[in-house]
């Protein structure tokens, strides 16, 4: 796999929209709040020498993160896929956002072969092995044991990878 300057990276995990608060859906407070969130992050980042963004191009918090890297014009996207046929059983919507996201993409990083079992695990820690912190949107209060959400925040603890966890900003109302 492309090996990224990880002095200058970072990479986004999250839910997926059903476990997002406001569900993701374009216009609710909360996804609004993220979005804004994620934009003040990446653009700070990028004012700190940041210039690769990594994306597992996941429904939910990781298109919302791709999204946000393409709205700033300093920032490169990284999609780094976990299968080929990652969206295979999305709606025509979603695999529309899903196609339009890849094309503007900086880079994008295909997995090595189709491995169905572990390749959301090898794409989780490809992206934390390449990068110096993680912008997470994690409710730390659910201890799910499975969420890959979950698993990617441990690995990256466990690498001393500095983890910032947006979960709660849609709660500071403006």
């Not at 990781?62 to 046929?85: G, I, S, T, Y």
């Amino acid at each position: 796999m492309y090996s990224l300057d990880r002095a200058k990276s970072c990479c986004f995990t999250g839910h997926r929209p059903g476990k997002l608060p406001g569900r993701a859906l374009p216009n609710s407070y909360e996804t609004v709040a993220i979005a804004n969130k994620l934009d003040d992050l990446i653009k700070s980042a990028c004012g700190n020498g940041y210039e690769f963004f990594i994306s597992g191009m996941a429904f939910g918090f990781d298109m919302l993160a791709a999204e946000a890297v393409l709205r700033n014009p300093n920032a490169k996207l990284v999609c780094a896929l976990p299968l080929l046929n990652q969206s295979l059983f999305w709606n025509s919507n979603e695999k529309k956002r899903y196609s339009d996201i890849l094309n503007r993409a900086a880079i994008i990083i295909y997995p090595k072969e189709e491995d169905v079992k572990n390749g959301y695990m090898n794409r989780n820690r490809y992206m934390v092995n390449n990068s110096s912190f993680v912008i997470a949107c994690f409710n730390e209060s659910n201890k799910q044991i499975r969420s890959g959400t979950a698993a990617t925040v441990r690995y990256a603890k466990s690498q001393n990878v500095p983890v910032i966890n947006i979960w709660d900003c849609w709660k500071n109302k403006v």
